[in-house]
């Protein structure tokens, strides 16, 4: 048994995908600790309630930012990142203009995007994993709606946890649950905006065949997950440490 979806999700006012990865299965009768490391959608419109309970009931002290900087400058990190809470901001787009999926590029697949940002963004996936391994209180990365470059560094992360694959899809797809209240929010964003302006529709649903999808195509490319993050310079030694901090017996 695993912790049921509803549980995951953490009640805030500001933000509709704010989740618990602890809970899962992983290979050798072990689970992932819970109240370790979180996944969301974009900070920056909690409420006073809803940092009060972050800081003192789930007790955060690292934020993780995902977005490019101008997503930063424009909409700010938010009132939670501020001291104790530890505020990184690591853009996973490395080439936005050559990366980013637009309607005019025809057809288009969201995996294989998913796919070009490990291929581009290999200092910045290494700079998050040295994160998460180097604190031992909890954590949480974000990205604007919490599904796209959140959910590739979620992959990367549970299966060098040895969460099976049909786990990691399934959690890749709970972003669906609150997608529309996310999309909603962002479109009030005039960058925002303007990008979904662009996007093809397949880049506004959370299917877990897409995440699947960049995991078989990272299995042909690197040999596996691990063997991706080796390439980038996250061995064997910090996903060891990653695996002792994160993992419990079952």
């Known amino acids: 048994m695993h912790t049921p979806d509803g549980e995951r999700f953490v009640a805030l006012e500001g ?19 819970k109240g370790l490391v979180y996944r969301s959608d974009g900070l920056q419109e909690l409420t006073p309630d809803d940092v009060r309970h972050l800081r003192e009931r789930v007790g955060l002290r690292t934020i993780i930012d995902l977005r490019t900087s101008r997503e930063a400058e424009i909409d700010g990190p938010g009132s939670l990142a501020e ?30 995007y998913y796919l070009g940002l490990l291929q581009s963004g290999g200092e910045r996936v ?15 990365f974000h990205c604007a709606a919490g599904k796209d470059r959140t959910g590739v560094i979620s992959a990367l992360l549970l299966s060098v946890l040895e969460v099976p694959e ?9 972003t669906q649950m609150g997608l529309a209240s996310i999309r909603a929010r962002l479109m009030s964003s005039e960058g925002y905006r303007e ?41 064997s030694e910090r996903i060891g440490r990653l695996r002792e901090r994160l993992l419990e017996p079952a």
Request: hydrophobic fraction near 35%; aromatic fraction near 8%.
């Open 15 to 33: 933000c509709f995908n704010f989740r618990d990865l602890g809970g899962y299965p992983a290979a050798g009768d072990r689970r992932i600790r």
């Open 83 to 112: 001291p104790p809470v530890r505020y990184h901001h690591v853009s996973l787009v490395v080439r936005e203009p050559e990366l980013r999926p637009t309607a005019e590029r025809g057809s288009f697949r969201l995996d294989d």
């Open 126 to 140: 290494r700079q998050v994993f040295e994160l998460l391994s180097e604190t031992d209180e909890p954590a949480v």
């Open 166 to 174: 049909e786990l990691i899809g399934h959690d890749y797809a709970l």
């Open 195 to 235: 990008m979904f302006r662009d996007l093809p529709p397949e880049t506004l649903h959370a299917e877990s065949e897409t995440i699947l999808g960049l995991l078989a195509s990272v299995g042909r490319q690197w040999g596996s997950p691990s063997g991706y993050l080796d390439s980038i310079g996250i061995g």
